[in-house]
T-cell receptor, first 115, second 110 residues
Framework: DSGVTQTPKHLITATGQRVTLRCSPR?????VYWYQQSLDQGLQFLIQ???????AKGNILERFSAQQFPDLHSELNLSSLELGDSALYFC??????????????FGPGTRLTVL | TQLLEQSPQFLSIQEGENLTVYCNSSSVFSSLQWYRQEPGEGPVLLVT?????EVKKLKRLTFQFGDARKDSSLHITAAQPGDTGLYLCAGGSTASKLTFGTGTRLQVTL
């Protein structure tokens, strides 16, 4: 158990809909990272928040947004969903803002299926 | 765009065999991490190497960072079924993000 929790574990929805994925980091970690993992694209970095502020951005679509709240939990919002958004979405956390050096602790993931 | 190519993509071997997984890039990284991911779970960090030429050993696993910090290898000696999983390398830069490799799926059978 990494100490990172993600809800829900599974999510099935229809095209055009909007969903929210939730992540609680390990106690004491200030950074939260979101990743998308699909069969053909591997593990893709989406976005990082550090202590409530956006820190780094990756290949995140404009239809996706995220935020980190004062209690450090984070939410990833996916809107106007398309079939191609079906994937595993992972949240990870680390103690500092140095995502390139810190060990990142991954949650169990949310499997999103868009029908 | 930084890319990390792993080879082989798939590997199926028998218990007791040795194997090496390669992680290559044209970019220089400040650190290189190796993760293992099992089905239904998130990746778990195995090791971090930060110095060019560095070698780290973790029981039967040996990790090496290339001298130029562009490539890395993972060698497993006497593989066991418990080694089965998806192995991911990840390059760290001065920016905050990690760039993950394409992955190597290892299956070890009895």
């Amino acid at each position: 158990d990494s100490g990172v929790t993600q809800t829900p574990k599974h999510l099935i929805t229809a095209t055009g809909q909007r969903v929210t994925l939730r992540c609680s980091p390990r106690s004491g970690d200030l950074s939260v990272y979101w990743y998308q993992q699909s069969l053909d694209q591997g593990l893709q970095f989406l976005i990082q928040y550090y202590n409530g502020e956006e820190r780094a951005k990756g290949n995140i679509l404009e239809r996706f947004s995220a935020q980190q709240f004062p209690d450090l939990h984070s939410e990833l919002n996916l809107s106007s969903l398309e079939l191609g958004d079906s994937a595993l979405y992972f949240c990870a956390s680390s103690p500092t803002s140095s995502g390139g050096r810190d060990e990142q602790f991954f949650g169990p993931g949310t499997r999103l299926t868009v029908l | 765009t930084q890319l990390l190519e792993q080879s082989p993509q798939f590997l199926s071997i028998q218990e007791g065999e040795n194997l090496t997984v390669y992680c290559n890039s044209s970019s220089v990284f400040s650190s290189l991490q190796w993760y293992r991911q099992e089905p239904g779970e998130g990746p778990v960090l195995l090791v971090t190497v930060v110095t060019g030429g560095e070698v780290k050993k973790l029981k039967r696993l040996t990790f090496q960072f290339g001298d130029a910090r562009k490539d890395s290898s993972l060698h497993i000696t006497a593989a066991q079924p418990g080694d089965t999983g998806l192995y991911l390398c990840a390059g760290g830069s001065t920016a905050s993000k990690l760039t993950f490799g394409t992955g190597t799926r290892l299956q070890v059978t009895l």
